[in-house]
């Protein structure tokens, strides 16, 4: 199994960046797929989640309206795509599956925020 995020980097507040993730080694289409972010010295969070048919899409609150996640099932790839990009998003993204107990993660990808 391989999943591996990208599209990090530095972006100025206000701004924006598109996140991706490859994923290989696994039914892409049976799983919902996930970001989340982790800053140092806190706990991960959920940033955004959508279904394996990409039929269902939810946010957390501090991103709502501003971040979209989207999918790729005949790519194996989820997307994040970040609009006015805000000091508080800078953080370490991550790219997760699930399906009934299995889950995977990714290694991450940086983003920084200049503001």
């Known amino acids: 199994v391989e999943i591996v995020e990208s599209g990090g980097g530095l972006v100025q507040s206000g701004g924006s960046l598109r996140l991706s993730c490859v994923t290989s080694?696994?039914?892409?289409?049976?799983?919902?797929m996930s970001w989340h972010r982790q800053v140092p010295g806190k706990s991960r969070e959920l940033v955004a989640t959508?279904?394996?048919?990409?039929?269902?899409?939810d946010y957390a609150p501090a991103v709502q309206g501003r971040f979209t996640i989207s999918r790729n099932n005949a790519e194996k790839r989820v997307y994040l795509q970040m609009n006015d990009v805000k000091p508080e998003d800078a953080a370490m993204y991550f790219c997760?599956?699930?399906?009934?107990?299995?889950?995977?993660w990714g290694q991450g990808t940086q983003v920084t925020v200049s503001s």
């Open positions: 997760h599956a699930t399906w009934r107990t299995i889950n995977y």
């Open positions: 080694g696994f039914t892409f289409n049976w799983y919902d």
């Open positions: 959508i279904s394996d048919t990409g039929g269902i899409t």
